[in-house]
């Protein structure tokens, strides 16, 4: 079946540190891959996403390729602020299945200090 | 415009007693998705609706999960003779189309506790 794989949290970092939560995932097909961000005390909601490999998505300074030779979709961001904290989710969805239905990783927590 | 919305945004029930959680979807999406995100299990997928049909059950976990949609909008999932292991927040999210490159939009999520 469908998986995804992301690093253990939490990651804690200073300000203006580069940022790099890595996801790997299984499945059959060729998946569509995203991250969710969801920040305290808010709802899950779309970062960005990648349809198809070698496909790069990027928004709010966050950058992820599509490397379907590694089967990776890692998530990086250059200088961080202390806003960026939250928990982060990668997650797939199956084209070869009926729902198109979201499999999350277990969440990366990120906390930025000063 | 009005995102997804849920209902109660927090419930505490008794074990063995029934509940209804509701999510009114963006309007126009045909297609939603229940999840259940706990401490135990992550995030993980419950049911999906196109338009009022449900081409997908597969996740919900026992046969106490069922959920309705009615009209093209409006959701009810049932949990019946609740647990505590069934503790956890149920998200919904709705999407313009079930397609796999599609964005899901999520709601705030119900937050259900079973004493």
């Known amino acids: 079946g469908n998986s995804v794989t992301q690093m253990e949290g939490p990651v804690t970092l200073s300000e203006e540190a580069f940022l790099t939560i890595n996801c790997t995932y299984t499945?059959?097909?060729?998946?569509?891959l995203f991250w969710y961000v969801q920040y305290p005390g808010e709802g899950l909601q779309l970062l960005l996403k990648?349809?198809?490999?070698?496909d790069k998505g990027s928004n709010k300074g966050f950058e992820a390729t599509y490397r379907k030779e590694t089967t990776s979709f890692h998530l990086e961001k250059g200088s961080v602020q202390v806003s960026d904290s939250a928990v982060y989710f990668c997650?797939?969805?199956?084209?070869?299945?009926?729902?198109?239905?979201?499999?999350f990783g277990t969440g990366t927590r990120l906390q930025v200090t000063l | 415009g009005a995102g997804v919305s849920q209902s109660p945004s927090n419930k505490v029930t008794e074990k063995g007693k029934d509940v209804e959680l509701r999510c009114d979807p963006i309007?126009?999406?045909?297609?939603l998705y229940w999840y259940r995100q706990s401490l135990g299990q992550g995030l993980e997928f419950l049911i999906y609706?196109?338009?009022?049909?449900?081409?997908?059950k597969s996740g919900l976990p026992s046969d106490r999960f069922s959920a309705e949609r009615t009209g093209g909008s409006v959701s009810t999932l049932t949990i019946q003779r609740t647990q505590q292991e069934d503790s956890a927040v149920y998200l919904c999210?709705?999407?313009?189309?079930?397609?796999?490159?599609?964005?899901?939009?999520f709601g705030p999520g119900t937050r259900l506790t079973v004493l």
């Open positions: 309007s126009g999406h045909t297609a």
């Open positions: 499945a059959t097909g060729y998946p569509s």
């Open positions: 990648a349809t198809k490999a070698d």
């Open positions: 997650a797939l969805s199956d084209p070869t299945g009926t729902a198109s239905k979201l499999t």
């Open positions: 609706f196109q338009g009022n049909s449900a081409p997908d």
């Open positions: 999210a709705s999407a313009t189309e079930g397609l796999a490159g599609g964005e899901q939009f």
